[in-house]
T-cell receptor
Framework: EDKVVQSPLSLVVHEGDTVTLNCSYE??????LLWYKQEKKAPTFLFML????IEKKSGRLSSILDKKELFSILNITATQTGDSAVYLC????????FGAGTRLTVKP | KAGVTQTPRYLIKTRGQQVTLSCSPISGHRSVSWYQQTPGQGLQFLFE???????NKGNFPGRFSGRQFSNSRSEMNVSTLELGDSALYLCASSLERTGRAFFGQGTRLTVV
């Protein structure tokens, strides 16, 4: 059965810290891996990755995919309190399979 | 451009009743997917519709059904509600079947 595993499940850091969130997957018919940020209800899109080794960046956030080792990481540098949210990893394969999410709390 | 609109936002139903939730995708988007989110199970895929056809279905009982209309709007129906159906139901739309999806604010369903 397809599965997506995120780690850690929760993380507490202080403003200015750098965090790395992990997502590993075992799926058939991989098409893409997506990262979303969920603060209240609607997850908002961060990145979509389809090719190995190509880093995607948006401001302080970046992500990379390793299709050989079947994982992705999401990095957030110089964290701010506004980064506090649940970060969801999803793999588009036979269906859209989400991980359980990482709850990030950034303290002032 | 208006985002994905879900109605109603909140709903309280009694066990055994049925419920219909609605999702209006972003204009031009042809793919609509539905998800159930609970604290214990996370975000779980329910089904995907594209051009009025169900293209994929998650591992949910037959009490969960849906449809998509010619204008891409979608509805999902849950019959014979159980307490365990209490959840946030999220709808997402995308241009095509793969790629970036835009989520609605969800419908919070409480079954009592």
């Amino acid at each position: 059965e397809d599965k997506v595993v995120q780690s850690p499940l929760s993380l507490v850091v202080h403003e200015g810290d750098t965090v790395t969130l992990n997502c590993s997957y075992e799926v058939t018919n991989f098409r893409s891996l997506l990262w979303y940020k969920q603060e209240k209800k609607a997850p908002t899109f961060l990145f979509m990755l389809t090719s190995s080794g190509i880093e995607k960046k948006s401001g302080r956030l970046s992500s990379i995919l390793d299709k050989k080792e079947l994982f992705s990481i999401l990095n957030i540098t110089a964290t701010q309190t506004g980064d506090s949210a649940v970060y969801l990893c999803a793999v588009d394969a036979n269906d859209m399979r989400f991980g359980a999410g990482t709850r990030l709390t950034v303290k002032p | 451009k208006a985002g994905v609109t879900q109605t109603p936002r909140y709903l309280i139903k009694t066990r055994g009743q049925q419920v219909t939730l609605s999702c209006s995708p972003i204009s031009g988007h042809r793919s609509v997917s539905w998800y159930q989110q609970t604290p214990g199970q996370g975000l779980q895929f329910l089904f995907e519709y594209f051009s009025e056809t169900q293209r994929n279905k998650g591992n949910f009982p037959g009490r969960f059904s849906g449809r998509q209309f010619s204008n891409s709007r979608s509805e999902m129906n849950v019959s014979t509600l159980e307490l365990g159906d209490s959840a946030l139901y999220l709808c997402a739309s995308s241009l095509e079947r793969t790629g970036r999806a835009f989520f609605g604010q969800g419908t919070r369903l409480t079954v009592v």
